[in-house]
Nanobody, 124 residues
């Protein structure tokens, strides 16, 4: 069974930065579409960013555009999310996801595998 393991969550002050990473357990997923979603308490899971298998195309939610950067290293089977200028409303559990052929990259049910989540807390 494919596993996605996220690292890098934590507590940061508003305006600070964090970098999340997500490693896949199987090499075949080096060619999968990868995405990051987040879910705050009492809210639905929402799209944050996505990246094509080659890394040539990236997509962002309007709320994070210009502050977050998604990237991937297929040799390491790992996807990253650099988060700068973090805001308190960014406090959420962040999930990475892998999709073999998502028709809509910003829709959670189009992804086949999910990580366990990484807590990011942004203090004001």
């Amino acid at each position: 069974q494919v596993q996605l393991v996220e690292l890098g969550g934590g507590l940061v002050q508003a305006g600070g930065s964090l970098r999340l990473s997500c490693a896949a357990s199987e090499r075949t997923f080096s060619s999968a579409f990868k995405g990051w979603f987040r879910q705050a308490p009492g809210k639905e899971r929402e799209f944050v960013a996505a990246i094509s298998w080659s890394g040539g195309s990236t997509y962002y939610a309007d709320s994070v555009k210009g502050r977050f950067t998604i990237s991937r290293d297929n040799a390491k089977n790992t996807v990253y999310q650099q988060m700068n200028s973090l805001k308190p409303k960014g406090t959420s559990v962040y999930y990475c996801a892998a999709g073999l052929d998502p028709r809509d990259y910003c829709v959670s049910y189009e992804y086949d595998y999910w990580g366990q989540g990484a807590q990011v807390t942004v203090s004001s």
